[in-house]
């Protein structure tokens, strides 16, 4: 309550101030994001209320996490919520655009760089519906995300089978992965560097840290259809979760204007199969200056041709008419 009235007091002095004045800016890097804020104004300003029959895409520029706001003309989905300080930027950001309510939040795992944040999230907006992985994790940042959504009120859909909803002209599906019902602990004890051990490469299916692994693949994959415009969303899915992905074959039978790159472009035995499959004509990969994406997978992206965003670069914003996609910096 005390973050919405914080944000809420933001957005009633950003309107006094004036547009592009936002009085309580909670970080800079929405609005001096590396980019052409001039291409993104140009196309569309995000909920207006003349806002064309378009599928617009915003991810945010929050280091080697993830946050993805998906809109339609009359719908938002958000795909995953960053780390716990990126609850009130992310927040902020769709009160600024007119966004009070999230018709569908999809959380794809509960790594704290993908749930870190929705506690706040839930909290400040009207969320009509929460999707979550089917399994269970003992860390704080899964704790504030299940307290949160218990004093909203909400029901986890827990997804067990493939689910398809559709959003004006958009076809969502969101499949689970195939793994059975498990509980996970935090590696580290303080939960703060929980995702230390994730820092392997050339994953091929056998590792030490089995349980992140399992945990990773327990990612939800996200396939949107619009018009002629085909994206996927594939959370942290590694090895195990992209060979599943590979055999079904609705989603490789299609061409993708759009994919958002598995596991912040880290690499495994099975990534450039993968974005051979998918042949993407534009990709995005959250990462940071720190964490950058491995060079095999960028070599495989542009083997297929595709453009690559880093959210290292800045915010990354996407329009689709159904016919026609275009991706730029904002």
Do not use: W
């Not at 959370?235 to 993708?256: H, N, P, S, T, W």
Request: glycine content about 6%.
């Amino acid at each position: 309550m005390k973050i919405y009235v914080k944000i809420l007091i933001c957005v009633i002095l950003s309107a006094l101030i004036g547009v592009g004045g936002f009085a309580c800016k909670i970080s800079d890097d929405l609005a001096g994001a590396p980019g052409t804020g001039d291409f993104y104004e140009a196309l569309n300003t995000p909920n207006t209320p003349d806002k064309a029959d378009v599928l617009e895409i915003f991810i945010f520029n929050i280091g080697k996490a993830d946050a993805i706001l998906i809109t339609t003309k009359n719908h938002t989905i958000l795909i995953d919520a960053g780390e716990n300080e990126h609850g009130a930027r992310i927040a902020e950001y769709l009160l600024i655009n007119g966004i009070r309510e999230i018709d569908y939040f999809i959380i794809t795992h509960f790594d704290k760089d993908h749930i870190g944040g929705a506690d706040t999230v839930i909290s400040a907006m009207d969320v009509k519906e929460l999707i979550v992985p089917d399994y269970r994790k003992e860390s704080k940042h899964y704790d504030r995300f299940n307290k949160a959504a218990e004093r909203a009120g909400l029901d986890r859909i827990v997804l067990k089978e493939t689910l398809t909803f559709t959003m004006d002209d958009a076809i969502f599906t969101v499949y689970p992965s195939r793994l059975k019902y498990q509980e996970f602990k935090s590696f580290a004890e303080d939960d703060e560097d929980e995702d230390e051990v994730d820092e392997y490469d050339e994953y091929d299916g056998i590792n030490e840290n089995e349980s992140a692994i399992k945990e990773n693949d327990f990612s939800l994959v996200v396939a949107v259809a619009f018009g002629n415009n085909n994206f996927l969303f594939t959370g942290d899915a590694m090895y195990d979760r992209l060979g599943e992905i590979l055999l079904i074959e609705e989603i490789v039978e299609k061409e993708y204007v759009f994919l958002k790159a598995p596991h912040h472009g880290r690499h495994n035995k099975r990534s450039a199969e993968f974005i051979n499959a998918i042949k993407p004509k534009y990709a995005a990969i959250t990462c940071s200056l720190k964490d950058t994406p491995n060079k095999k997978v960028l070599a495989a992206l542009e083997e297929v041709g595709a453009r690559v965003y880093l959210t290292s670069n800045g915010n990354i914003y996407g329009i689709s008419d159904g016919h026609d996609f275009s991706m730029d910096y904002y």
